[in-house]
């Protein structure tokens, strides 16, 4: 893993950016998308740039069940806000929340991947080391899958709804055998309630109760946190 500290969350959107400029630069046409407030800045360095997207793909890790795309607590609306209305792709792909099959939606988006291989995917992390909606225990071998959200992850995502019960109780993800074979992987992480996380990920065993560490055997990853998020870590970056 390349590893770079950063002051904070804007630094880190600058460095995100300058992953994403690089990946642009030099050749990459597809990329995975991640929603949450951790690469908010990432986009917000990109809709003010001169990068251009319009030749590229971008396939999203998530979505919830049951929200419409126009919901303003989708992942679709919330990619339209921070990155698409202002840097449109060619196509953009995101798991249907309303399918009325689940089963073929999860071979639909598994289609979707096999045949648009992503070169640059970022990630956040969440407290219990989630990545995408995969929780602690996901099998390593899964691709996309239906997920019944934690209650963590959902007191996590209260703070975007009226009340917790608004909150879904479940998400289409991605799974780990699917984020795995994406060509470089970009992790992002502030704050110090992710600390724990990160330590795991760098630093722990690699294990499925902290879904993010199995990174560790991934090939290129490229991994920006601030000082809060590294604070555990026991040597320095």
Same mark, same amino acid.
């Given at each position: 893993m390349? #590893?770079? #500290?950063v ?5 880190g /959107? ?35 740039s ?6 590229c *793909? %971008? ?7 049951g929200?419409a ?7 679709k609306?919330?990619?339209? *806000?921070?990155?698409? @209305?202002? !840097?449109?792709f !060619?196509? %953009?792909?995101?798991p249907?929340?309303?399918a009325s ?6 071979k639909?988006?598994? !289609?979707v991947?096999?045949e648009?291989?992503i070169?640059?995917?970022?990630? /956040?992390i ?7 909606? @995969?929780?602690p225990? *996901?099998?390593?071998?899964i691709t *996309? ?6 209650e ?9 709804f009226? %009340? ?8 289409? %993800?991605?799974?780990?055998a ?10 992002e992480?502030?704050?110090?309630? !992710? ?6 990920m760098?630093?722990g ?10 990174l560790?055997n ?9 000082e809060a998020?590294?604070?555990?870590l026991?040597k320095k970056?």
């Open positions: 390349k #590893v770079i #500290v002051k904070d969350q804007a630094a /959107g600058k460095e995100g950016y300058k992953v994403f400029k690089n990946a642009l630069d030099n050749g990459a046409k597809v990329f995975g998308l991640a929603t949450g407030s951790t690469p908010v800045t990432t986009y917000k360095e990109i809709v003010n001169d990068l251009d997207f319009s030749d *793909t %971008s396939v999203n890790l998530d979505e919830y069940v929200i795309p126009d919901n303003d607590q989708s992942y609306y919330f990619m339209q *806000t921070h990155l698409f @209305n202002e !840097k449109p !060619k196509e %953009s792909f995101l249907n929340g309303l099959d689940p089963e073929a939606e999860v639909r988006y598994d !289609k991947i096999d648009h291989p070169d640059l995917q970022i990630l /956040g969440g407290r219990n080391g989630h990545i995408g909606f @995969n929780e225990g *996901t099998p390593r071998d *996309t899958h239906v997920v019944d959200l934690t963590s992850t959902i007191e996590a995502n209260a703070r975007f009226a %009340s917790e019960n608004d909150v879904p109780k479940q998400a289409f %993800s991605m799974g780990l699917s984020i795995m074979k994406s060509k470089h992987l970009l992790l992480a502030f704050g110090e309630n !992710k600390a724990d996380a990160v330590k795991g760098i630093e065993p690699d294990t499925p109760e902290l879904p993010a560490s199995i560790q991934h090939p290129d990853v490229t991994v920006i946190i601030d998020a590294a604070s555990k026991s970056y």
